[in-house]
């Protein structure tokens, strides 16, 4: 886009295509000094110079020293991989998920950690009228949810104290846990056994069961799980329905690369 044209834009979005258009000049060579960089983007050195202090303080660009040239940071690429590992799980958990979601008829979604939150990346939904709401994208917390306690019970201790340091526990319902350290203590439990579980701790009526995901490094990457409302639970058939998630999170985790699957 040419200068007259990013000037015409309103302010914010003028920034955003200022902003690109400096890190594509950045990914085009190595590095760049402020002189080069402005004329390649046609910018004033002021305007590019401010723009590159905001990116290196957020860990995008780097300075060298010596020549005072500006260079990309491997985070775009971080972020570009984070996106494609989530591409490729949700590929090979969807064929698991309608498996199961055809062996049980019942919710089944994949989610991932986001900064102190589980966010839901698929799901399936269940065939019967009575379900669990919940859509894609969605947060929800670590503490109160199955998904949630997997993802977290992996994690070294410090870790996860790390992860929840800005959290209130909210108590959803009366089984939810208050405390940090009440939490740490289910989580023991659920590395123990293999799976964790939510007894209606986030909504009052709905259980949940879910099983670990792992990448090709060993690290839990998901949670893969079953929720149904407690109407439909049934004790004599949670042990199968555990099984059938380990059975398909292996399936997944192997595609992923990982072939040490614990359980």
């Known amino acids: 886009m040419a200068k007259d044209e990013v000037d015409k834009q309103p302010d914010s979005v003028s920034s955003v295509l200022k902003v690109f258009g400096i890190l594509q000049a950045l990914g085009e060579e190595r590095a760049h000094g402020i002189t080069e960089l ?3 983007v046609m910018m004033s ?4 110079y401010r723009f590159l202090q905001t990116m290196k303080s957020l860990g995008y660009v780097a300075q060298e020293g010596e020549t005072e040239k500006y260079s990309l940071t491997l985070k775009l690429f971080e972020l570009g991989a984070k996106a494609l590992q989530n591409v490729d799980l949700i590929r090979s958990a969807d064929v698991q998920m309608r498996e199961l979601s ?3 008829r019942e ?7 986001e900064e102190d939150s589980i966010v839901y990346i698929h799901k399936i939904d269940s065939l019967y009228n009575l379900r669990m709401y919940s859509r894609i994208g969605r947060r929800n917390p670590l503490y109160s949810t199955a ?10 201790a410090e870790e996860v104290r790390t992860i929840l340091a800005g959290v209130t526990f909210q108590q959803s319902t009366p089984r939810t846990v208050t405390t940090l350290e009440q939490l740490m203590t289910q989580l023991e439990k659920v590395r123990a056994q293999g799976y964790g579980e939510d007894i209606e701790e986030q909504e009052e009526g709905l259980r949940c069961i879910a099983v670990p995901v792992f990448d090709r490094f060993g690290v839990v990457i998901a949670g893969l799980s079953l929720s149904f409302p407690t109407i439909r639970f049934s004790q004599e058939e949670k042990g199968s329905y555990v099984a059938m998630l380990h059975q398909a999170a292996k399936t997944i985790s ?3 690369g990982y072939r040490d699957y614990p359980f």
């Not at 050195?45 to 590019?48: E, F, L, P």
């Not at 998904?147 to 070294?156: F, M, T």
Request: proline residues 0%.
């Open 254 to 256: 192997e595609q992923m």
């Open 102 to 104: 055809r062996q049980t």
């Open 38 to 40: 402005s004329q390649r």
């Open 45 to 48: 050195k002021s305007t590019v």
């Open 107 to 113: 919710t089944i979604h994949l989610g991932a950690l």
């Open 147 to 156: 998904i949630g306690k997997v993802l977290l019970a992996w994690r070294e």
